[in-house]
């Protein structure tokens, strides 16, 4: 079992850039597809983006695509989302999770571990 802990969220204003790093412990990262979603007031949790595990493919949806990253370094065991570019709409509490196995899947149901959370806010 793996356990996860996001940092490097907090208040932006438009435009601007932050980078979220997701930390493991008690397993090695290189055992999972990693994904990071996210979650508004009011609304349910969706994928943002994902890894697979040589991290030779990455997956993102379409409002994010062109301004973040998803990168992960095994050997530090820790996944990155780099955030450039953003936007009001981009506010939400952003979560890291692992997935046991080689799919890449963005449905929150198919991913095993999750961590507590990290709040971005982007401020007009």
């Known amino acids: 079992q793996v356990q996860l802990v996001e940092s490097g969220g907090g208040l932006v204003q438009t435009g601007g850039s932050l980078r979220l790093s997701c930390a493991a412990s008690?397993?090695?990262?290189?055992?999972?597809?990693m994904g990071w979603f996210r979650q508004a007031p009011g609304k349910e949790r969706e994928f943002v983006a994902a890894?697979?595990?040589?991290?030779?493919?990455?997956y993102y949806t379409d409002s994010v695509k062109g301004r973040f990253t998803i990168s992960r370094e095994d050997a530090k065991n820790t996944v990155f989302l780099q955030m450039n570019s953003l936007k009001p709409d981009d506010t939400a509490v952003y979560y890291c999770?692992?997935?046991?196995?080689?799919?890449?899947?963005?449905?929150?149901?198919?991913?095993?571990?999750w961590g507590q959370g990290t709040q971005v806010t982007v401020s007009l």
């Open positions: 890894i697979n595990r040589s991290g030779s493919s990455t």
């Open positions: 008690g397993r090695t990262l290189s055992s999972y597809v």
């Open positions: 999770a692992a997935r046991d196995g080689n799919i890449v899947y963005r449905e929150v149901r198919r991913y095993d571990y």
